[in-house]
């Protein structure tokens, strides 16, 4: 049998004994000897904890009061929208994109930004030269901000510098780049990244320095590497874009000290990025006459309200298989809207091209942009352009029923503000003060189709 090792403790001075006795050599005390078992009694002494016992850690409850933590802006009021209201002091923010899409571009006129408000900010580029990154600087405007700047992948002189400087705020572009020489891997995989993520983060928490991280994507569109490098970090975002569109959407899909799923809109011009105070008048401006498979859609993104065009195009098809061409909405939701218009509202689709498209190269993904997707589908295809002032929000069920959607008054005073003047939602919306709009609320499906296309 296996003998297992008992530790004798006093419980006054912590002292630890080989046997019990009734008084401690330690402090003095009588009787304050107990017998403690190990916290693992089973397994191989090199996988389990063994009887050796840690400190006790401090316990609080739910009830205690913590003033939020300090923020910093960086003026920047569409990144620090994203943030949740500016830079969290010790925090770790991820940031992906595809190649080219301007991340660097933006972390470096932030960066430059924070610089400017006073905070000591490092920026350590893996990818390119030191000269590039001057050289980006000087096309933006930006040389004469008080950033340091460093050129190096390897990540024990990164900690090295970044310890000996104690900077307010590192950028890393990119963890891709970054190799630990404890870790025998090629820079770029799943063990390095997974290791130089793990120290970054331990760094920020342990001396209270913000660090942002460039991640590259993959192909579908995630973080490449292990999935835990998103769960180690405090905040999580993705910028997006077509590369032929001027528009750029930092999002927010996970934020620690802030709202997910915000978003922050900005152009790319000769000059960097510039930050789009009103992107509903943005994505609306190239909007011209009324014309068929149109729709304008009042949406939410993170708390502000965001108006899009949703744009419809059916035609013949000469192939056996009808093309579903889908630019910025979830596909399946689409295969599953034309599902319903067929089966409940009589609608076929059947031997017709479709195809979607958000203008702006802003990605839909809430159920409440349903019936405004389905207006644009049957506008399309009766060949009827719907009203040039109206706006339309609702989720649609299987059964073709409309359902209410959250938010909807934010919904109705961003499309008021707009010039717009009346809507369609769902019954049982609830719109307090009516908003100033004729709102007109239907119960499903087939009499939306049959009010605004006289068929259903």
């Excluded at 978003?263 to 190239?286: C, K």
């Amino acid at each position: 049998m296996a003998k297992t090792s008992a530790s004798f403790t006093c419980t006054e001075c912590g002292a630890v004994h080989r046997k019990w006795s009734g008084r401690c050599d330690a402090c003095g005390a009588w009787n304050s000897i107990v017998e403690e078992t190990p916290l693992s009694s089973s397994g191989p002494a090199s996988k389990s904890l063994g009887g050796a016992k840690g400190k006790r850690i401090d316990l609080t409850t739910l009830a205690t009061e913590e003033a939020p933590p300090p923020r910093t802006l960086s003026g920047m009021d569409e990144f620090d929208r994203v943030l949740g209201g500016g830079l969290v002091p010790a925090s770790a923010i991820l940031v992906g994109g595809d190649p080219g899409i301007g991340k660097s571009t933006l972390l470096l006129q932030a960066v430059a930004a924070f610089a400017r408000k006073g905070l000591k900010c490092l920026y350590i580029s893996g990818e390119e030269a030191a000269a590039q990154v001057r050289m980006r600087a000087a096309r933006l405007g930006l040389a004469d901000a008080p950033v340091h700047l460093g050129a190096e992948t390897n990540l024990r002189d990164i900690l090295t510098t970044l310890e000996a400087e104690r900077p307010d705020l590192v950028v890393i572009d990119s963890i891709q780049t970054m190799w630990a020489d404890m870790v025998e891997a090629a820079p770029g995989s799943v063990s390095q990244v997974r290791a130089a993520a793990h120290e970054l983060v331990t760094f920020a928490k342990s001396r209270g320095v913000s660090v942002v991280i460039v991640g590259h994507v993959t192909k579908e569109g995630q973080i490449a590497g292990p999935r835990v490098v998103e769960h180690m970090v405090d905040t999580v975002l993705y910028f997006e874009g077509e590369r032929g569109h001027q528009f750029r959407i930092l999002r927010a899909v996970k934020n620690r000290f802030g709202p997910a799923s915000e978003i922050g809109v900005f152009e790319m011009t000769g000059g960097g990025l510039a930050e789009v105070a009103n992107p509903s008048a943005l994505f609306l401006s190239e909007r011209g006459q009324p014309a068929p498979g149109s729709a304008v859609f009042a949406g939410i993104e993170g708390t502000r309200p965001v108006l899009t065009e949703i744009q419809a195009l059916v035609a013949p098809s000469s192939l056996a298989s009808p093309r579903r061409t889908v630019v910025g909405l979830d596909s399946g939701r689409v295969s599953t809207i034309l599902a319903v218009l067929e089966s409940r509202c009589g609608i076929p689709f059947a031997g017709l091209d479709v195809f979607l498209n958000v203008a702006g190269g802003l990605k839909v993904l809430e159920p409440a942009a349903d019936l405004a997707l389905a207006a644009a589908l049957l506008s399309a295809r009766e060949d009827t352009a719907l009203p040039a002032d109206m706006v339309i929000f609702g989720e649609i069920s299987l059964s073709a029923a409309l359902r209410p959607v959250g938010q909807a008054e934010n919904r109705l005073k961003e499309a008021q503000k707009l010039g717009f003047s009346q809507a369609i939602l769902p019954v049982g919306t609830k719109v307090e003060g009516g908003a100033g709009m004729a709102a007109r609320k239907l119960p499903d499906l087939v009499t939306f189709v049959g009010d605004m296309f006289g068929a259903g």
